[in-house]
């Protein structure tokens, strides 16, 4: 059985590679059976932002500051997820957030 870290690895080069639906798949099934992994929710942030699925991609990023809330990279991919989130559907209530998340990600 393949460990946690080589299946996110594998994950993360699909989704370098242009395949980020196999990527997607990947992350979720691992998620699935390690929901606890901030590195999977962060790279499905991603995936789902460049998607257009900013609903998804706020969620999971939320994830990671939440697991990892020491973490200041995680606050600053929130504060972009945010940003993106913002330039996609126009909702001003993602740029106090992205400020916020910003703010949060310098503190630490």
Known sequence: MTSISERYNQAEKLKD???????????????????????SHMTLARIYTAAGKHESAVAHAEKACELEPSESFNFTLLSVTYQRA?????????????EDAMARSRML
Not at 19 to 37: I, W
Not at 86 to 98: E, K, L
């Open 86 to 98: 913002y330039a996609g559907t126009g909702d001003q209530r993602y740029i106090r957030m992205a």
């Open 17 to 39: 590679s242009g395949q980020s639906d196999q990527a997607e798949q990947l992350l979720v099934a691992l998620l699935a059976d390690e929901p606890g992994h901030a590195l």
